[in-house]
């Protein structure tokens, strides 16, 4: 490992504890218990009710939001942008946000939600600017549409983000469940970058559902987007090119995902620290697959805590 990421990984863990002037908030007993209760599947709605009531309270207060702008030409190639109004010194970094739904659903903000704008809100109150991306979706749009539309996005950011006061070089890619294989896919695959290269300063994995459609268990969400020829899945796989890039990479999985995404996040972790090349990783305790982003802007910062350490550390 080189002694910059061997730096970036122990300050990422270091950070955890000193992001705010607050100790370190954990799941609550409350909340702790009635996660496992729903267990290692996929509880959307179940969880969401269990996060709702404490985002009830988040403020949209001094943060201008701009919906809906197009960055291709699809119909769901549109993205919201949120930026603080407070005056800054320096140009803001910019964290892009990707939705899951296991390739075939999902969308950035649903009205009445407090989900996806938490995360939103939450970077702009961090001194972020907060990029919040739909893409194509299969089984209409398969591999690799994921992957252009995040080029499409990044690409636009890199053209924009400075008149809104953003850092054009400090930007993150940060996706949930498919949404970060996507990120997966685009930072695995240089074919899909513009003339100017990734676009990013670092790429945030969280509860990834595929890495590797070869070595990923078999379900109707991996035929939907990866296909149903398995003898193409080497060439789609994240993994070959997440070996070779130097982009920082934080990976992450939650202590009640379901087994099968956890074991994608260990054999790509394995495998960069086989390379010596070790990603931050970071297993967080308490959640489900669902929480980890659910949680992000609520008294339980855990994860949003790793994202700042994380972010901070990169740059």
Known sequence: MSRRRAFICILATLSLGAVSHMPLAQVSPDIDEKLKA???????????????????????SGVRVTRDLDYGSADSQRLDLFVSEAAVLSPRPVLIFVHGGGFVGGDKHASGSPFY??????????GLIGVNLNHRMAPQNTWPAGAEDLGLAVRWVQENI???????????????????????????????????????????FLSANIFDPATADVSPSLKAYFGDDASRYTERSSLPGLLQTPLPLMVTSAELDPVQFERQALQLRDALCKENRCPTFVRFSGHNHMSVVYSINSTDDTVAAAILAFVRASR
Do not use: C, E
């Open 38 to 60: 729903l267990g290692r599947g996929i509880d959307a709605p179940g969880t969401a009710a269990l996060y709702a009531p404490l985002l009830k309270a988040q403020s949209y």
């Open 162 to 204: 400075a008149a809104q006061g953003g850092d054009p070089r400090q930007v993150f890619l940060v996706g949930h469940s498919s949404g970060a294989a996507h990120v997966a896919s685009y930072a695995a695959h240089p074919r899909f970058y513009g003339s100017a290269g990734v676009g990013l300063a670092g790429a945030i």
């Open 117 to 126: 704008d938490n995360v939103m809100l939450w970077a702009t109150n961090r």
